[in-house]
């Protein structure tokens, strides 16, 4: 876990640069259309929905934006059609890679996925071949500046977390998925500001990295990432913080 929280720390730093915003409200724009599409307009009644716009306003996606996505995905509005898509792999030195996507056309994605895990050293796998080395979990990363640890530990556990730990100057709450927003919505109400909150696949085991290996698996996530039709990846990528920043760059 607390290699997850370092990478979403620095992952969350880098998103705020003007040069990513564009792209990561593009991504939420389409995860919202396809969470509407599938179960309807009320976030209220659709969890997947309320998850998208959670993660939407976090990335401060305009709320008439939100909204305009909703119509589209109802038929209020025209819009594209977009499935979803699971890709499997390895990284270097050994690092299992999950990329979840949301394409209009597989026949143009599928290429491209494995066109990047080549390119940066990795091998795009079968389906299945890494995802038993993970599991959904509801994490929750906040700065130990911004709230003591009896007080976290209250919070989060009487609202069903599953356990709270400390690592390089971060909380990490970590609960099941059916406890996630329930968890979420308690800390926000305290008052407490997370570094980040998602429903991601913790990996059960990391592989430790450091040098080139680091900086190539991070270039791999990073190009990965930069793809249009990519929603999100997860690795069982570790290392110190210091290292992933200069790794990031």
Request: hydrophobic share 40%.
């Amino acid at each position: 876990m607390a290699g997850h929280s370092r990478w979403a720390n620095i992952r969350h730093k880098k998103a705020k640069s003007d040069a990513r915003r564009g792209k990561i409200w593009s991504k939420c724009v389409r995860q919202i259309m396809v969470a509407a599409r599938l179960g309807g307009p009320d976030p209220a009644a659709n969890l997947t929905l309320r998850f998208a716009v959670d993660e939407a306003k976090a990335a401060n996606v305009p709320k008439d934006t939100i909204e305009r996505a909703i119509k589209k995905a109802t038929g209020e509005l025209q819009a594209e059609q977009y499935e979803a898509v699971r890709y499997e792999g390895y990284g270097p030195g050994g690092v299992a890679v999950i990329v979840d996507a949301l394409t209009d056309n597989r026949t143009r994605t599928a290429p491209e996925m494995r066109q990047i895990f080549t390119k940066y050293g990795g091998n795009l796998g079968a389906t299945g071949c890494v995802a038993y080395l993970f599991e959904q979990k509801g994490v929750i990363v906040i700065e130990q500046s911004a709230v003591d640890e009896e007080k976290l530990m209250t919070i989060a556990l009487e609202a069903g977390a599953e356990d709270v730990s400390a690592d390089e100057g971060l909380w990490t709450v970590s609960t099941a998925p059916a406890d996630y927003l329930g968890v979420k919505d308690a800390i926000a109400r305290a008052g407490i500001e997370p570094v980040s909150a998602e429903l991601t696949m913790v990996p059960s085991t990391y592989v430790m990295l450091t040098g080139e290996l680091l900086q190539r698996t991070v270039k791999l996530i990073e190009a990965l990432e930069d793809n249009d039709d990519v929603q999100k990846v997860y690795t069982n990528m570790d290392a110190s913080t210091a290292d992933l920043a200069a790794a990031a760059g």
